[in-house]
Nanobody, 124 residues
Framework: QVQLVESGGGLVQAGGSLRLSCAASGRTFSSYAMGWFRQAPGKEREFVAAINWSGGSTYYADSVKGRFTISRDNAKNTAYLQMNSLKPEDTAVYYC?????????????????WGQGTQVTVSS
């Protein structure tokens, strides 16, 4: 079992930055990949970024590449999503997820545990 708690969401103006955190407990943190997904009102949940168990491999959705950075600190059992140059279309509830395996994936089916989500709102 893995428990995930996100924090760091909020309201920011376009062009601003936010850093989301995801604190994990339960299973050994360094044994699984982590991912970030988001869901905007009326839309399906979509992949944002993923990182493998060591942090040595990362993947990004094209829509956030170059603006968002995923990272993890295995000593602190925490994953992060640094979001820069935010746009109104980034507005969504952001979820972190713990992978079933150690390798990163964009596929939501590869994630077994999910946080409760944190709201990010970007005003124009």
């Amino acid at each position: 079992q893995v428990q995930l708690v996100e924090s760091g969401g909020g309201l920011v103006q376009a062009g601003g930055s936010l850093r989301l955190s995801c604190a994990a407990s339960g299973r050994t943190f360094s044994s699984y990949a982590m991912g970030w997904f988001r869901q905007a009102p009326g839309k399906e949940r979509e992949f944002v970024a993923a990182i493998n168990w060591s942090g040595g491999s990362t993947y990004y959705a094209d829509s956030v590449k170059g603006r968002f950075t995923i990272s993890r600190d295995n000593a602190k059992n925490t994953a992060y999503l640094q979001m820069n140059s935010l746009k109104p279309e980034d507005t969504a509830v952001y979820y972190c997820a713990a992978g079933r395996y150690s390798g990163a994936s964009y596929d939501h089916r590869m994630y077994a545990y999910w946080g409760q989500g944190t709201q990010v709102t970007v005003s124009s």
